[in-house]
């Protein structure tokens, strides 16, 4: 049964995220964005990392793919340029190329995937110290002793990436392009 | 999938080793320094984990690292601070000043300090020792040799580029703080002994590249950063793919485990490892490195990025960021997956030769100098890949040192284009030079002309100078592996490659035209600068001996991990209780790996034989560590300890009194700030060491 339910949201996924890319309306896009993240946390929780699958809805659904929604609406594209876009020119070489990077992985991923009959043996089993019961106080504890140089630089890069984004948007040069408030406020809604 | 199933059942695994010694016990032994070890004698009586509330002395070994990390987060609120009324105040020449002044204590700390070459006198006799963090570090001669260039390097370059910044109009203070940041990158990825901790620092390092890409925000600025941005984000994604696939054949993320299990493979093959999938992980992590190198399929984004970004930029780009990643390359290849060199080999020898050929025949119609310089480098990061696919023993140094060389004769040239400014009205295109604007420059200036000629011979390669001596150590090289097709192509591609070398120094001397542009004059230290480097380029192929020397010294000991000359203030019983207890350890290692893969000494051995043997090398190890404590006990002169602490300690206040008298008279606050810095970080050290003394005087106390 939850064998039927983890293919049935694999499907889903890329149905969602092949939806994420050929929708012409961006807000239709945008929410098959927020299917695939919701069919790949229900995955997660299948396999049995609850704390991962809760996060990837709070974080992801929750927070950036609202905010997403939420300047899409705010900023208005113009909708009907994407249509005039000839896709019909682009697109194969996208798929070509696809097929070719696929090809190689191909043939491991099925040996994995339908070789189930064997036991799956793995050499080298994590060796932390695993103490709570919960899984947040397991990645806790682990995140914290084992991986902490790893979360020293992930903290380096949120601040890099905030001095980087603060100092690109700060608008001090003339020269500079800048959205013009006014005209984006004087739009007409164009969403049908 | 399976990743997440380990994480699941390793908890179980973990009940299964509470009344055995377990592995992480072990490990954390061999994690821990010598000062911390007598302490561990305890441990394994007790059996308990104590030994994770004892910082081990060689988590020092990042301590530049923490410097350069204080000093940039001071200097950011320093900075803000002064500037949030003013948010263009000057103070760009200075911060930039500043900052490869404290490049050059890093640089010192890596050469000089106690703590941080600590590693030097640890050097164990197996490679499964020298960790750092958790396995997260590998602390090696290699790792602190590429430090120490890195560090260099990017102090000269601070300070050469300073007063470039106020003519290019960069006058942000962002601007310097994320160079230093993605300097701490480069220092970071070169230690980096796990998956993880390399995708990291790449990403501190890119991340901070695309802000430094696009930071003059026109057109083309804004256009470089954004190609710089899709093309490095792809490549990150690659990397991340490739990992994730090794973890699921291996369940693993360390890279020591990967060396063994794939290093000692000689009588049997791992049974169900799949090699496919192996061999696909590795060309994307490859891929992805090549990407971040630009070789030549993939070095389409840098063309573009070198021209537009600023110079300053450019500059940075092209010089300092490619030695850390040929350090990961060279890790990865010759140390991890040495084994299955089948895998890559073909990639390496491929990508090499198409890079050294498109990097030639590119650069042939180019006009811009930037463009024709990143030309430049692809061909010669395509001669170093070609000397790594030639698998000969000489293969590792002569690539580092390639790239050295290299990044020098890059510091020289960049530098020479940075101090060369046209008397142009509009600011910004006083750096993006023609090559035809050269063509009076003699007139000018004519000891400018020499030192650009003398540079530009020298990456050509023309034999007094030293950019030949790394080229035909490659080539020799290729030869002598019977890669002939590759060696004709090498020497073909230098050839023309020199061809447009050359047509620079034809512009620059024999081009008789009436008009010609106008130049600044250079002041007095960037003069002195770029001579020192040209006198390097010229007279530095007489002591070729030496650098090879050290070369050789720092690869074969990476790669053979042969045991360093342990110092002899310890006595001398000590050393050997100590060479037998890491002997069983490592033994002890191996038969719990060897248990897991399910191999067996024999078909007729019973079934509890890990069990017996395992015990025996238990109750060794107590019998060791009891002994080992008695001598401690008897002995009492251990320690080095005392003696050690109080050198460690005067050695940090040297440098910051050396940082005092430099900027004493400088009247700015950041010096003071740093210098308070470094006298709390001195304190925290002496806490920490006076602590572990505390430990031993119980321990000693206690009769052990």
Not at chain 2, 647 to 668: G, K, N, T, Y
């Amino acid at each position: 049964m939850t064998r039927t339910l983890y293919y049935f949201f694999g499907l889903l996924l890329t149905l969602c995220a092949i939806c994420v890319i050929a929708a012409n309306n961006t807000v239709f896009s945008l929410l098959s964005l927020m299917l695939s993240f919701l069919s790949a946390s229900v995955m997660l929780i299948i396999l049995g990392a609850d704390f991962i699958g809760l996060l990837l809805i709070i974080i992801y659904v929750g927070a950036i793919a609202i905010l997403f929604l939420f300047a899409v609406m705010v900023a208005e594209t113009k909708l009907t340029v994407s249509k005039k876009n000839n896709r019909t020119l682009s697109s194969p070489i996208g798929v070509i190329f696809g097929i070719l990077m696929l090809l190689p992985i191909f043939e491991p991923i099925q040996a994995l995937l339908f070789n189930s009959s064997e036991e799956y043996t793995s050499f080298l089993i994590c060796t932390f110290e695993l103490i709570g019961e919960i899984d947040a106080h397991n990645y806790g504890s682990v995140l914290y002793s084992y991986f902490a140089i790893p979360v020293l630089i992930v903290g380096m890069i949120l601040l890099v990436v905030i001095l980087g984004v603060s100092k690109l948007t700060n608008t001090v040069h003339k020269k500079a392009k800048t959205q013009s408030v006014f005209k984006q406020l004087s739009r007409t809604t164009k969403i049908r | 999938v399976y990743g997440f199933r380990n994480i699941l059942t390793s908890r179980l695994i973990a009940a299964d080793y509470q009344d055995v010694i377990s592995e992480f016990a072990v490990v954390v032994m061999k994690d821990t320094s010598l000062v911390v070890r007598q302490s561990l004698s305890e441990i394994v009586l007790a059996k308990s984990l104590v030994a994770r509330d004892i910082i081990p002395l060689k988590s020092f070994i990042l301590i530049p690292e923490y410097l350069l990390s204080t000093a940039i987060l001071y200097s950011l609120i320093l900075s803000t601070w002064l500037t949030h009324n003013s948010y263009n105040l000057m103070l760009q020449k200075t911060q930039s000043e500043v900052f490869g002044v404290i490049m050059i204590i890093v640089g010192g700390l890596y050469y000089n300090d106690v703590l941080c070459s600590f590693a030097y006198y640890r050097a164990k006799p197996t490679s499964s020792a020298d960790y750092s963090f958790y396995k997260a570090m590998l602390n090696g001669e290699l790792a602190i040799v590429a430090k120490f260039i890195i560090s260099v390097s990017s102090a000269i370059y601070f300070l050469i580029s300073a007063y470039s910044l106020t003519e290019q109009k960069l006058t942000a203070p962002e601007y310097s703080i994320l160079i230093a940041f993605s300097i701490l990158g480069l220092l970071l990825v070169c230690n980096g002994n796990d998956l993880l901790t390399i995708y990291l620092a790449l990403e501190l390092i890119s991340l901070s590249s695309y802000a430094l890409a696009s930071f003059k925000k026109t057109h083309c600025s804004s256009e470089s950063g954004l190609k710089y941005f899709i093309v490095g984000s792809i490549s990150s994604s690659f990397f991340l793919f490739g990992s994730s696939l090794l973890y699921l054949e291996t369940s693993s993320i360390y890279l020591v485990d990967y060396t063994d299990l794939f290093f000692f493979t000689h009588d049997y093959q791992p049974k169900s490892v799949n090699f496919d999938l192996i061999d696909v992980a590795l060309s994307f992590i490859f891929l992805s490195l090549f990407v971040k190198l630009s070789c030549a399929p993939f070095h389409l984004w840098s063309l573009d990025v070198y021209e537009e970004s600023p110079t300053s930029s450019g500059f940075y780009f092209a010089t300092i960021t490619k030695l850390s990643i040929v350090i990961v390359l060279i890790k990865l290849a010759f140390h991890v997956f040495f084994k299955l060199c089948f895998v890559w080999v073909t990639l390496f020898i491929v990508v090499g030769i198409m890079s050294a050929l498109i990097g030639a025949l590119g650069g042939v119609r180019q006009k811009k100098l930037k463009t024709l310089l990143s030309y430049s480098s692809t061909s010669n990061i395509g001669y170093a890949l070609i000397a790594l696919g030639g698998l000969t023993d000489s293969a590792v140094w002569a690539v580092l040192f390639h790239v050295v060389v290299y990044q020098f004769s890059g510091l020289c040239i960049w530098s020479l284009i940075i101090i060369a400014r046209l008397k142009l009205k509009i600011k910004k295109e006083k750096y993006n030079k023609e090559i035809g604007d050269l063509s009076l420059l003699k007139k000018v200036n004519s000891p400018l002309v020499f030192s650009f000629a003398v540079t530009l011979f020298s990456l050509a390669g023309i034999p007094p100078l030293l950019g030949f001596a790394p080229k035909i150590y490659i080539i020799s090289d290729v030869i002598l592996c019977n890669y002939y097709l590759a060696g004709i192509l090498l020497v073909l591609c230098s050839i023309i490659a020199t061809f447009y070398y050359i047509r620079i120094i034809k512009v620059l001397f024999f081009e008789n035209l009436p008009t010609g542009k106008l130049y600044y004059p250079i002041w007095a230290f960037y003069s002195v600068a770029v001579s020192s480097f040209v006198h390097f380029l010229l007279y530095s192929f007489n002591d070729v001996k030496f650098l090879s020397i050290a070369f050789v010294g720092g690869s074969a000991a990476f790669l053979f991990s042969t045991p360093w000359p342990i110092s002899n203030q310890k006595p001398e019983a000590w050393n050997k209780y100590e060479r037998q207890e890491n002997d069983l350890q490592v033994s002890l290692f191996y038969l719990i790996t060897l248990n897991r893969i399910g191999w067996k000494p024999s078909e007729n051995s019973p079934d509890n034989w890990y069990e017996e043997s395992e015990k025996f090398i238990h109750d060794k190890l107590i019998f060791l560590a009891c002994e080992a404590a008695k001598l401690f006990d008897e002995a009492r002169t251990v320690v080095p300890l005392t003696k050690f602490c109080r050198l460690a300690r005067r050695e940090w206040l040297m440098f910051a009194e050396l940082v005092e008298l430099r900027w004493c008279d400088f009247d700015f606050p950041i010096s003071r700030v740093i210098i308070e810095g470094m006298y709390t970080q001195v304190d925290y050290v002496a806490a920490v060491l006076k602590r572990e003394i505390a430990i031993e005087k119980i321990k000693i106390k206690r009769g052990y």
